[in-house]
């Protein structure tokens, strides 16, 4: 059980182009999701807590009006890069749980690449 | 605040040795733990986790984890290691509002 579907796996965008990534909870209800960056050999780093039918909570120094999260249902989170530039090329993952202080639950990620 | 700390970037052992990866914590309030573990080019999977009860935690490929709350560690433990244990391993904390935070994780390495 507790699977999470990230989606898609990789993609490669043209500077400028917007990219959209899902994160889906597939067999539990999500109440709040969070979205990471990792950078090759690092950990990952904190980019925004996603709970459902309110506003995300970004951590400091990231963009909102870049990275925009909306987390419109229960087993739904997307995170869409705007206006890419290559800079923002990375591994992006997002994780869910069903309550607080249950362990996550992570997707697969997703290699942005911005050429 | 909370933190952690893993003490080793790299650990590189031979297979069927045993292994050891630390993580050190801290934290002003009750804390729940876990250790994650990473393949290339996936997300994170659950080893095991702390939230009370036991000390010592068995999770799953046969890891298990002691939590010490006078030494504020939980170090991840192994008897004997295969090839596909190499991977890395994150520990991570989560006591403020249900904030994780995560270890800057440690490198297993199994060589045959």
């Known amino acids: 059980g507790a699977v999470v579907s990230q989606h898609p796996s990789r993609v490669i965008c043209k500077s400028g182009t917007s990219v959209k990534i899902e994160c889906r909870s597939l067999?539990?209800?999500?109440?709040?999701m969070f979205w990471y960056r990792q950078f090759p050999k690092q950990s990952l780093m904190l980019m925004a807590t996603?709970?459902?039918?309110?506003?995300?909570?970004?951590e400091q120094g990231v963009e909102k009006d870049k990275f925009l999260i909306n987390h419109a249902s229960l087993t739904l989170s997307t995170l869409t890069v705007t206006s890419a530039h290559p800079e923002d090329s990375s591994f992006y993952i997002c994780?869910?749980?069903?309550?607080?202080?249950?362990?996550?639950?992570f997707g697969n990620g997703t290699r942005l690449t911005v050429t | 605040a909370q933190s952690v700390t893993q003490l080793d970037s790299q650990v590189p052992v031979f297979e069927e040795a045993p292994v050891e990866l630390r993580c050190n914590y801290s934290?002003?309030?009750?804390?729940?733990l876990f250790w994650y573990v990473q393949y290339p080019n996936q997300g994170l999977q659950l080893l095991l986790k702390?939230?009370?009860?036991?000390?010592l935690v068995k999770g799953i490929n046969g890891f298990e984890a002691e939590f010490n709350k006078s030494q504020t560690s939980f170090h991840l433990r192994k008897p004997s290691v295969h090839i596909s244990d190499t991977a890395e391993y994150f520990c991570?904390?989560?006591?403020?509002?249900?904030?994780?935070?995560f270890g800057d994780g440690t490198t297993l390495t199994v060589k045959p």
């Open positions: 702390y939230l009370s009860g036991s000390t």
């Open positions: 934290s002003s309030v009750s804390v729940y």
């Open positions: 067999d539990f209800q999500a109440t709040t």
């Open positions: 996603s709970n459902e039918g309110s506003k995300a909570t970004y």
């Open positions: 991570a904390v989560s006591g403020n509002a249900g904030k994780s935070t």
């Open positions: 994780s869910a749980r069903n309550s607080v202080n249950s362990p996550l639950h």
